[in-house]
Nanobody, 125 residues
């Protein structure tokens, strides 16, 4: 059974940093693209960042460029999201997602086949 488990969320102040982790189990995703999405209160789930299977390519939503960094450790079957200079508007549940096999980066939710349960990030002003 494939599982994606996020961790690292919490309550921080504006300007602080957090690093989210997403550990995959049940199969290896070393050749598949993985992404991060978030869903704020009363909002739809939106794309945050993605990384290709070999980590050659990354892509970010405009609102996190220069602040967030996505990375992966295929030996650990884990993807990370380093979040710096956090803002109150970054408050959301953060989800990681994985494609079944394809390595190319995509930003639409429907292109991801596996999802984690999410981890809450709350940024106070």
């Amino acid at each position: 059974q494939v599982q994606l488990v996020e961790s690292g969320g919490g309550l921080v102040q504006a300007g602080d940093s957090l690093r989210l982790s997403c550990a995959a189990s049940g199969r290896t995703f070393s050749n598949a693209a993985m992404g991060w999405f978030r869903q704020g209160p009363g909002k739809e789930r939106e794309f945050v960042a993605a990384i290709s299977g070999t980590a050659t390519y990354t892509h970010y939503a405009d609102f996190v460029k220069g602040r967030f960094t996505v990375s992966r450790d295929n030996a650990k079957n884990t993807v990370y999201l380093q979040m710096n200079s956090l803002k109150p508007e970054d408050t959301a549940v953060y989800y990681c997602a994985a494609r079944e096999r394809l390595s190319s980066i995509v930003t639409m939710r429907l292109n991801y086949d596996y999802w984690g349960q999410g981890t809450q990030v709350t940024v106070s002003s």
